[in-house]
């Protein structure tokens, strides 16, 4: 076991100057019952520190293993494959083999630096494990219950700023929504003002043209009286003035219309009433139909027909009415 003895600088040093830091360390305050063992006590059910696979190996492999793992520097961990479990191991088998308790001693300091820089970045469950793996080795060692505090306080620690942090994005998420509503009450706001806005805007709108329909209304109304007016009194002075006799019209030719084919074949008759405008040299200068049965049948030959009608002169133009019958074999 000579040259499986762990060749390390001065671990009876620093196994030293960790006991004196320990011993230098304030006591902590006094807790409340039932505090201690709940400071105590690991979150979660601790794992053996020599896992049953290094456990069930014999004196041999052990040391084997031991040994190899002191040449990788695996002086505490992995977990299950670490120089501390082995020679715990080895211990449990050979309690009173010297090499294997000197072994743990030399391998104690470095396992409790392990602890306190675990403990330092927060791996709590690397912490647990090598504190575990140091009671093992010696459950009275000083720093023990100084990593079991710092261990269970800094979890509460954890526990505690992750609190923290949850109420603080809780609080700043319950801030945004209280903004979000605010912002939605106030565009609900804004948006009931601009209804109400368009709502009076519609409603001058409407009331103005209103009041230029009604505007419209009276001018009109009021042309309309002044046409009666107006109508009226021409029709006064009309009556008052002697009566006036139309020069009569003597026709000089008035051909007859041309039958239209189709309806001479289809046997349809019918007549024309056509109201005519002739001139002072007897020509007929305007004519238009008045009444056609049936409709847009005759109205074209009809036409046709009196605007080639010839009078005799007249001293003013006269407008008169003709009737233009169509009659199959007439």
Not at 94 to 111: F, M
Not at 148 to 169: C, L
Not at 194 to 202: G, N, Y
Request: with cysteine.
């Amino acid at each position: 076991m000579t040259k499986g003895r762990v060749h390390l600088l001065a671990p009876a040093l620093l196994l030293g100057l960790l006991a004196a830091c320990s011993k230098d360390e304030p006591a902590a305050p006094a807790a409340a019952p039932g505090a201690a063992n709940n400071a105590a006590a690991p979150a979660a059910p601790a794992e053996p520190a020599v896992s049953a696979k290094v456990q069930s190996m014999d004196t041999g492999e052990l040391r084997d293993m031991a040994s190899a793992a002191l040449r990788d520097n695996r002086m505490y961990a992995p977990a299950g494959d670490n120089a501390m479990e082995y020679y715990l191991a080895l211990r449990d088998k050979l309690p009173e083999d010297a090499s294997v308790r000197q072994a743990l001693t030399d391998l104690l300091p470095y396992t409790l630096i392990a602890a306190e820089q675990g403990l330092a970045r927060e791996d709590f469950n690397e912490a647990q494990r090598l504190v575990a793996l140091i009671e093992k080795v010696d459950d009275t060692a000083p720093a023990l219950p100084r990593l079991k505090s710092g261990i269970t306080n800094g979890m509460q620690a954890v526990v505690k700023r992750t609190q923290e942090e949850t109420d603080k994005v809780k609080k700043e998420a319950e801030t945004r929504a209280k903004q979000l509503a605010d912002q939605q009450r106030l565009a609900q706001q804004q948006e009931a003002e601009r209804q109400a806005a368009q709502q009076i805007a519609a409603q001058q709108e409407a009331a103005r043209r209103e009041s230029e329909r009604q505007e419209a209304e009276r001018q009109a109304a009021a042309r309309r009286e002044a046409e009666q007016r107006a109508a009226q009194q021409a029709a006064q002075q009309a009556a008052a003035r002697p009566a006036a006799t139309a020069p009569s019209l003597r026709p000089v030719s008035t051909p007859a219309p041309r039958y239209p084919a189709e309806a001479l074949r289809a046997g349809i008759s019918g007549e024309v009433l056509v109201e005519i405008t002739v001139g002072t040299d007897g020509s007929v200068v305007n004519a238009r139909v008045l009444r056609a049965t049936p409709a847009r049948v005759f109205d074209r030959e009809a036409l046709a027909a009196v605007k080639r009608w010839k009078f005799e002169p007249v001293s003013e133009s006269v407008t008169t009415r003709r009737t233009l019958a169509f009659a199959p074999g007439s």
